[in-house]
């Protein structure tokens, strides 16, 4: 990503999680797919820098298929930065292990997002998907700047001034890989969703296992995964680069 002033920066170590340290509930967002859209565009967490690209299936690019009766995303999906689902940790509530990528976000006030887009959104509820054996935690949450923001302040709220989303989007997660030929993914808690400070707690753990690893107290490369960590802002971060190092990467790359 590139800031106003030309400089590049990685949206997965740069950009503050928390828009409000003293607000454990307002949180920056990036939009990765803006809602109604279908290209499947994703953080790179093993490229440098963390460039957002649409993601790649046996040498072409991904798209999300419709499945009746969406259209695309049904909200601005995108992650929360400087978070990391650890793939070396089991949860004890899912008994799955982290899914190795920054915790995804659904924002769904009523605008509708541009990719690379930095939204502060107020965090709702919580679900857990279990993809392939792994945790995938999915924050609901909706931008400050709506006009319902104001009236909602837990998941339970959701259902009064958004009747059937909830359903909805666990429909969606369930079904979104069938098309392509996958089993229907399944959820942990019976696919419940939990509520904001059941949220908030998963998303300090994650921002937690973040801080463990861009410090250097966990490795970014072992023999099932590889990240990249670095970063321009992180003040005792060892894999910090300066920018004429960073400049000097921009022309190399040029």
Known sequence: ????????????????????????????????????????????????????????KKGKPRFVRNCFPFKGYIWNYGALPQTWEDPTYIHAETNAKGDNDPIDVIEIGE?????????????????????????DWKVIAIDINDPLADKLND??????????????SRTFFRVYKVPDGKPENKFAFNGEWKNKEYAKEVVVETHEAWQRLIKGDVPN????YKLD???TSVEDSPYRIKDDDNTAAMIKEV
Do not use: C
């Open 111 to 135: 605008s509708i997002g541009k990719q690379g887009e930095v939204k502060q959104v107020k965090i709702l509820g919580i679900m857990a998907m279990l993809d392939e054996g792994e945790t």
């Open 221 to 224: 490369t072992t023999d099932t």
């Open 1 to 56: 990503m590139t800031e106003k002033n030309g400089k590049v920066i990685s949206p997965f170590h740069d950009i503050p999680l928390y828009a409000d340290k003293k607000k454990k509930d307002i949180v920056n967002m990036i939009v990765e797919i803006p809602r109604w859209t279908n290209a499947k565009v994703e953080i790179s967490i093993g490229e440098k820098l963390n460039p957002l690209k649409q993601d790649v």
């Open 155 to 168: 998941v339970n709220d959701i259902g009064q001034h958004y009747p059937g989303l909830l359903d909805a």
């Open 229 to 231: 960590v670095e970063n």
